[in-house]
């Protein structure tokens, strides 16, 4: 539920900076102190800085956004880390793409080397 609330307030929120991130997940701790907003965008490593920058200066009305729509005792305190589990996804399907394209490449070579010895 905080993904949704989270993710639908920074639709709300009209900031350029913000237009390509996407909210992950959300890692709550049990007594509803703190969570961990983990989220991706376009702009990739080079803008986390402004990013997490970014979202920071939002953070107070997220967490008013939060206590409006689930009425709970406690509003938990938000941080914000890009979501390395995709990065690493994205790695592994570009390391995969690239040797797929080698193999191509090199069957290619070899299907040319046997044309010309014939």
Do not use: C, W
Request: no cysteine; proline share 3%; glycine share 4%.
């Amino acid at each position: 539920m905080l993904r949704e609330i989270i993710g639908d307030e920074l639709t709300r929120i009209d900031d350029e900076r913000l237009e390509f991130v996407t909210v992950t997940s959300v890692d709550v701790d049990a007594e509803m102190n703190r969570a961990i907003v983990y989220y991706d965008s376009l702009a990739g490593v080079e803008g986390d800085e402004e990013i997490q920058a970014v979202l920071g200066e939002y953070r107070p009305r997220m967490q008013a956004s939060i206590n409006r729509q689930m009425h709970a005792r406690k509003t938990p305190i938000l941080s914000f880390k890009p979501d390395e589990v995709i990065r690493a996804a994205e790695r592994i399907e570009q390391v995969l793409r690239e040797n797929k394209e080698r193999l191509a490449r090199l069957n290619d070579e070899d299907s040319d080397l046997d044309q010309s010895d014939a």
